[in-house]
Every structure is written in structure tokens, then in C-alpha cells.
């Protein structure tokens, strides 16, 4: 034998012996949503940091989570209920990257006039899992908007556009990098209602691994979280290019060119946050998540959770996947809670400054029965010292005081535009029902609602509401004051 081809051949065997075989498990079927990792396989990110991966499609029946817990495979990619299982069934689940920063999941229906608002889901039928933990932004999105699961119709997930086109289901659980696309490409226009809109943003496309792998092989984990960034990287600087690789070894689905490229497209915005590490997870959103868990009653859960050992401590710098986008995904923050008491005396203190502040500004307030119309003029005392907020006719929080940000210690965008239960305890349908109802009617509010700091530390309070009409008498929006209990 040439010595030259003598050489090459035992530097290949030597090379093959010194590369570690590792499996990753997939949670669908191929395409641009696992992009990053067909990259690091196919380019070599893999191979230069010395290991062989196995890419492993989703199988029906398959429970990727179990799988990855008793380490049938090395990694896995799952959705943001993972966290939910974590806690939940398998503790020994560590997270190690969200490629998504916010969720694609979404209810999605075809473009009609009777389903332009999120009321109007109210009596129809909604292809979903019943698994509640898996579309858990979905209900909790429902939910916060008073439609409960009486309300409308569930109907278990075929995973097909077909029956929305025909008409068999009203709205159905899609991703927005997906169905979009197949409804659009048949000319066929749509409506989506996004969870993110109504506070509920949660990670997806987390790669995680077990306890024990962390443990007894932790150079391998390092290199393999390290190449699948690397992988990422590449793949949203070069869509086209991965979009070459998919088509050619990844297809399975057969997709075409033009619904990979939408996918990627969409996927992109939804991978990045502002001044967010590419594929960071923290504490405070994995508390965010599973606050909705609690609110929908989903398992059993300890009340105090280390959510630090939820992640996985690695030595790889996340802000250099930086993926070079100014595709940006616009920060969408999570629906905090409240809960709170009636205090008599404060609100006594409160008409003394509205009284005050009428003498010392001479300004005007007006009366119509129980109802309060506030002067502009008055509105520097009322914002430094009145914990208020303004809701509109759409149930959305117009403005916030300074003196309530003050308290709560978020920015005022963060708030604008919201949902007001974004003021208000989802796991209080009562209190929810007789707060809107009550102003929607025309009448003032007084009771309990729920009120949190950003840190999620519980403010103890209680509110008073009040419409504020139109010189036709009717309603143009809501005010509220809060009385903050020491």
C-alpha cells in the first residue's frame, strides 16, 4: 500500500476513535426550526470540537423529555413545557439554551368578520391539545380575557391546516413560522392571536440534557453547547445557504424553498430580544412561566423553586452569537399579579389630595352622579403622587402614573397598551367579572384587586374605579386608583 494513502487511512481511524458518538433528539419533524444543529453536523462544528452527533427526528409516541431524563439520548430540543415536566416529573432535566427568546406559538384562524377580536372566540371550536401544559400561553391567554374553557369547544390536534380550510373548526393552535405560510400560499388570508400581546411570552426551542450527562461528561456537554451556537450563528447569518442544507438532507417534510425561507424568516425575529443574550435563560422568566402554570392550577408544585438550578453553567460567552440580525423582536414583557386589601382611611386621604389639588391649581372637577371627569390641569399631582392608571374602552391600559411606576418599578411601555388584567389576579374570576362589568355599566368599583412589584414581591391594596364619559354621555374611559397598604 502507498505510504501516503498508509498515512491518511490510520490518521482517519485515529481520528474516528478519538470522536465521541452523541445523540440529539429532536421534538418534530425536520425543518428550519433545528436549523442551527444540521449546520453544526454538516459544516463541521461538530467534528472540530470531536464529536460524531446523532440528529434524531421526532417520532410519533415519542416523550423526548423522558427519554433525555433517563438518558436514553444525550440531548434534546423541547418547548417551553419542559419547564413544566422539569418540576413536575423528571427534576434531574437541566436547560441548557432557548433559541427562541418568545414562543411561535399561536391561535390562528382564517379572515372573517366574525372573528376580528379575541372576544369572538367565545362558542367556537378551537383545534388544541388537551394537554394543558403544552398550550399553556394559549389558555392562560384566554383566560385573562374572561373566556373560559366552558366557552368554547376543544377539539384534538390533527396537526393539519385541513380542517380550517374546510370549515370543520373555527381556529386552530399553529406555529406563526408555519401554518401562516400554508394559508397563504393557497391565497387564503388570515388572523392570528398572539399569546405575547396579552403577556404571556415564553421561551421556545430549549436544548437541554440530563443531570448526569452535566456530570460525568462534562467536556463533552461544553463542546456540544458551544458548536450548536456556533451552528446557530451561521445559520441565521446564512439563510439561504442553510435553507441548501436543509433541502438537500433534511427535508422530510418537503418543504419548499419559499416556506423555508418564511419560517426563517419569522424564526429569526422570535430568537432575539433587546439587550438579550442569543439563547440566554433566566431566572426571572422561567418564575414568569410558571406563574401562569399556578393561575391555570397545572400540577403540584413547591411554592419556593430554585430557578438558578434550572440552568446550565457553562464557560461560553453568549453575547458573541450576536447572529448579526436588525430583525429585532420587540421586548414583550410577561403579566404580573396582584393581591390586595380595601383600606377606608386611604381612600378618605385620597379625595383629600383631589380636593386640594383643586384649590391649589384652581382647577375643575366635574360630576356626573358617582362618576369623576378629571381636568388635564391636575394631571402633574395626580401623576407624582396618586398610584393611578387609565384603562380604555378596548380594556387596555391607556396611561400610567409616575407615582405607580415609582412603586412597581417597571417603565411605562411596559404597561401602555396592555391588557388591564395586566392589573388584575387571573386566578380571581369573580373579582375579574365584577370589576369589568360593574365599569362597563357605567358604575364605580371599590374592592380588592391584586398588584405585585416587578421583583414579583406581592403589594397588598385595593382599588376604586370610576367611568369617564363623553359629553354624550357615553363611556370614554375607565380611571382607577390604588390604595397601597403598608
Request: proline share 2%.
Amino acid at each position: 500500500m502507498n505510504k501516503t494513502l498508509l498515512f491518511i487511512l490510520l490518521t482517519s481511524i485515529y481520528l474516528q476513535a478519538q470522536t465521541k458518538d452523541v445523540s440529539l433528539v429532536l421534538p418534530w419533524k425536520h425543518q428550519f426550526e433545528f436549523a442551527g444543529y444540521y449546520v453544526a453536523k454538516e459544516l463541521g462544528f461538530y467534528e472540530k470540537a470531536g464529536l460524531n452527533v446523532h440528529i434524531k427526528e421526532y417520532e410519533s409516541n415519542t416523550n423526548t423529555t423522558k427519554d433525555i431524563a433517563n438518558q436514553k439520548y444525550d440531548f434534546g430540543v423541547g418547548y417551553s413545557f419542559v419547564i413544566f415536566e422539569k418540576i413536575t416529573k423528571y427534576p434531574n432535566i437541566i436547560l441548557m439554551s432557548a433559541i427562541y427568546q418568545s414562543s411561535p406559538l399561536v391561535l390562528l384562524s382564517l379572515k372573517r368578520d366574525d372573528l376580528k377580536f379575541i372576544q369572538d372566540i367565545k362558542n367556537k371550536k378551537i383545534m388544541m391539545t388537551t394537554n394543558h401544559s403544552v398550550a399553556a400561553s394559549i389558555r392562560a391567554m384566554l383566560f385573562s380575557q374572561e373566556i373560559y374553557e366552558n366557552m368554547y369547544t376543544t377539539v384534538e390536534e390533527t396537526f393539519t391546516n385541513h380542517d380550517l380550510i374546510n370549515g370543520n373548526i373555527d381556529l386552530l393552535v399553529a406555529y406563526s413560522s408555519n401554518e401562516p405560510y400554508l394559508l397563504k400560499s393557497k391565497g387564503l388570508q388570515y388572523t392570528i392571536f398572539d399569546p405575547r400581546e396579552y403577556g404571556y411570552d415564553f421561551y421556545n426551542g430549549i436544548l437541554f440534557t440530563s443531570q448526569e450527562m452535566i456530570e460525568n461528561d462534562p467536556q463533552t456537554v461544553s463542546a456540544f453547547h458551544k458548536a450548536s451556537l456556533q451552528g446557530w450563528d451561521y445559520a441565521y447569518k446564512n439563510i439561504d445557504k442553510t435553507i441548501e442544507i436543509i433541502l438537500k438532507k433534511y427535508n422530510t417534510q418537503s418543504k419548499t424553498y419559499a416556506a423555508l425561507k418564511f419560517e426563517a424568516q419569522t424564526l429569526k425575529k422570535l430568537s432575539f430580544k433587546e439587550a438579550v443574550a442569543f439563547g440566554s435563560i433566566t431566572p426571572k422568566r422561567l418564575k414568569d412561566t410558571v406563574k401562569t402554570y399556578r393561575l391555570l392550577h397545572l400540577g403540584k408544585m413547591k411554592e419556593k423553586i430554585d430557578y438558578e438550578s434550572f440552568i446550565y453553567k457553562n464557560d461560553v460567552n453568549l453575547s458573541n452569537f450576536t447572529c448579526a440580525t436588525d430583525e429585532v423582536a420587540p421586548t414583550i414583557r410577561d403579566a404580573f399579579i396582584l393581591n390586595t386589601f380595601y383600606s377606608k382611611d386611604f381612600l378618605f386621604f385620597i379625595l383629600f389630595l383631589l380636593i386640594a389639588s383643586f384649590i391649589y391649581y384652581k382647577t375643575k372637577i366635574y360630576y356626573l352622579g358617582k362618576n369623576i371627569i378629571i381636568d388635564k390641569k391636575r394631571k402633574l399631582v395626580l401623576d407624582t403622587h396618586i398610584h393611578s392608571f387609565i384603562i380604555d374602552t378596548n380594556k387596555n391600559i391607556l396611561t400610567v402614573s409616575q407615582a405607580l411606576l415609582k412603586l412597581t418599578h417597571y417603565y411605562k411601555d411596559e404597561l401602555t397598551q396592555k391588557h388591564y388584567t395586566f392589573l388584575a389576579s387571573l386566578d380571581n374570576e369573580i373579582m375579574i367579572k365584577d370589576f369589568w362589568l360593574t365599569l362597563s355599566s357605567g358604575h364605580v368599583y371599590k374592592g380588592n384587586i391584586n398588584l405585585v412589584h416587578k421583583n414579583t414581591d406581592i403589594l397588598k391594596a385595593s382599588v376604586i374605579a370610576s367611568p369617564i364619559f363623553k359629553q354624550d354621555k357615553s363611556i370614554k374611559e375607565y380611571f382607577c386608583i390604588l390604595t397601597i397598604k403598608s
